[in-house]
């Protein structure tokens, strides 16, 4: 049974990039650790379009990066370059503070191609909000995968379906990608006190009740959804966790439970004492903060 339905905004990441933001919402600002989720795509890119995104910093989260199709190169201060694929899995930890960029890897760079996928962040519980940075790759091929009659699950994050993921967490994470075949179902049990359940393709219904497109059905606490697909096949993730430590306060890229930490992240970065991506030239500067940050929801 949801507990309530969030709706997405668009948001203009720059040169035409839109993406689709769910959280955080004014009517829950996490769901588990998960501060943000933004959905791209599917988009046919154009040879002429500019999708990279320059270097930027973050501090007090993780980022989750998670394609269907297309693919990018990851670069950060701490030396890690990493093609990114569909179905892979990649955990980068700001911790204390780390910068990145995202670009379109060379082979597609003036090329007509796909893109989709999934970037959420997830926040660090507060003993581990200074953490050192770092960046965890985990290949398609490591993900179980979970067989079902009419349903496939990949256990992207945490344990679902008696198999557990590889990829480490800092707290109880629960991430899931689910194919239903038309007029399958599949029920959820055993899901972490905060779920919420995304359709990213076809019908999606929970305990019978169509879910629409690029809205969130968040989940009532030890709810046992039956998730099932319309007339065509569906797919859709499952995102959780245990509530996470208390509010978090949001600027830009940054998230902290103090809001000093946030200013003092925002000056680092304008002074560009945050580390550099080698091979880069360019970033992102500073956006004006506001004069008292808050817990923001974007």
Do not use: C
Request: glycine share 10%.
């Amino acid at each position: 049974m949801s507990a309530a339905i969030l709706k997405s905004h668009e948001k203009d990441l720059g040169g035409g990039f839109v993406v689709r933001r769910l959280l955080p919402s004014s009517v829950k600002q996490t769901v588990g650790p998960f501060i943000f989720f933004d959905h791209f795509g599917p988009i046919d890119v154009a040879p002429d379009a500019n999708h990279d995104v320059r270097p930027h910093p973050h501090i007090g989260l993780a980022t989750v990066t998670y394609l269907f199709e297309g693919a990018m190169d990851h670069r950060d201060s701490i030396g890690s370059y990493q093609r990114i694929e569909p179905g892979a899995i990649n955990w980068m930890t700001a911790g204390r503070g780390i910068v990145h960029s995202e670009r379109t890897p060379g082979d597609l760079a003036g090329q007509p191609h796909r893109t989709h996928g999934l970037q959420l962040w997830a926040a660090l519980p507060k003993a581990h909000e200074e953490d050192e940075p770092s960046f965890t790759h985990t290949p398609q091929a490591d993900i179980p995968v979970v067989t079902l009659d009419g349903a496939v699950v990949k256990v992207l994050i945490g344990t679902a379906f008696g198999r557990t993921s590889p990829v480490r967490t800092y707290m109880q994470t629960v991430y899931l990608d689910v194919a239903l075949q038309a007029g399958q179902e599949l029920r959820l049990d055993g899901l972490p006190a905060e779920a919420a359940i995304y359709p990213i393709s076809g019908t999606v219904l929970v305990d019978g009740v169509a879910l629409a497109p690029h809205t969130m059905a968040l989940l009532e606490s030890n709810a046992v959804p039956v998730v099932t697909a319309g007339t065509g096949p569906a797919q859709f993730v499952v995102i959780g966790g245990e509530p996470l430590d208390g509010p978090r306060f949001i600027f830009w890229n940054f998230v902290s439970s103090s809001r000093e930490r946030l200013a003092q992240a925002g000056e680092d970065w304008s002074a560009q004492r945050m580390g550099q991506v080698p091979g880069e030239t360019e970033f992102i500067p500073l956006p004006k903060p506001p004069a008292r940050p808050a817990p923001q929801f974007l």
